[in-house]
Nanobody, 125 residues
């Protein structure tokens, strides 16, 4: 699976952005998808995940209620809608895929097999 993230950019605090992650291959619907981020000088952290069929989602506490993850298996794409953005959301955002054997969104970061190249989100105050 090859992943291509896009949609990052510069936005003012309180604004919104939608990230997209397009996947290659015909088995996209077999994978749970996750979004992670890495801020300068910090470790990569989990943001949100969605199960292969989209029935289960999971969010980091820091983004719950502000971010929404969704997927379109017909388009091999996963999205991250980000609203009420804060300066602390500034980071490079990565999408990742893990073979979803349990129809779950709760896989640890080290279980993800495939990673995209990242897209930069900058939130100005």
């Amino acid at each position: 699976v090859q992943l291509q993230a896009s949609g990052g950019g510069l936005v003012q605090a309180g604004g919104s952005l939608r990230l997209s992650c397009a996947a290659s291959g015909r088995t996209f619907s077999s994978y749970a998808m996750g979004w992670f981020r890495q801020a300068p000088g910090k470790e990569r952290e989990f943001v949100a995940a969605i199960s292969r069929g989209g029935t289960s989602t999971f969010y980091a506490d820091s983004v719950k209620g502000r971010f929404t993850i969704s997927r379109d298996n017909a388009k091999n794409t996963v999205y991250l809608q980000m609203t009420s953005l804060k300066p602390e959301d500034t980071a490079v955002y990565y999408c990742a895929a893990v073979r979803d054997l349990f129809d779950s969104s709760r896989y640890p970061q080290n279980a993800y097999d495939y990673w995209g190249q990242g897209t930069l989100v900058t939130v100005s105050s």
